[in-house]
């Protein structure tokens, strides 16, 4: 398909709960900043088109725009006490950060609350892991733009994964205000 009606960045197919002969297709794409964006109507019609060559009659493509939720973390840590508090805070920050990069997400991809615990236990001076949580970020705090899309993570937890709602892709938007870290 031309890339110049723009690019789909992740997709992902599901059945349809209402239509067993349909088929949801998410997409979502970025924008010039490499922020997760809406895809084009353009695009989601060329699509269409494109996909309509290859089904069979009696079946149907949905072509959805999959939702961006935007999340922080927040953790509470023992360190050595030997050890610089912001050089921790700092590596522990880019770990968690590198962990959540979009280049490692894909919609519908739960995230392992327990692969994050054991990137902060294994950074170096950190003795204990008090706390950890993920908090929804959405509309406009401290003068930044999230997507409108509000999640509470409590809900969505459940046997160690933060699973996103149908259809939605986690998005660490600004890792420098969306990683908190204090120590004990």
Request: aromatic residues 10%; proline residues 4%; charged residues 20%.
């Amino acid at each position: 398909m031309p890339s110049n009606f723009g690019r789909v960045f992740r997709a992902s197919v599901r059945d349809n709960p209402n239509n067993p002969q349909s088929a949801q297709l998410y997409v979502i794409s970025r924008d010039r900043f490499g922020d997760l964006a809406i895809c084009s109507d353009t695009l989601k019609q060329s699509m269409s088109r494109y996909l309509s060559k290859f089904r069979l009659v009696s079946d149907a493509v949905d072509i959805l725009d999959a939702n961006v939720i935007n999340i922080g973390a927040r953790y509470k840590i023992t360190i050595d006490v030997s050890a610089n508090s912001d050089t921790v805070l700092a590596s522990v920050n880019g770990k968690i950060a590198e962990y959540l990069s979009l280049k490692n997400f894909h919609i519908d991809q739960p995230i392992s609350v327990g692969d994050i615990e054991n990137i902060i236990l294994n950074t170096k001076d950190v003795l204990n892991l008090l706390s950890f949580s993920f908090f929804g970020r959405s509309g406009t705090e401290d003068g930044n733009l999230y997507s409108g899309t509000s999640f509470d993570p409590a809900r969505f937890i459940d046997r160690g994964f933060l699973f996103p709602p149908r259809g939605g892709m986690f998005e660490l938007k600004y890792p420098e205000q969306d990683i908190i870290g204090r120590i004990s």
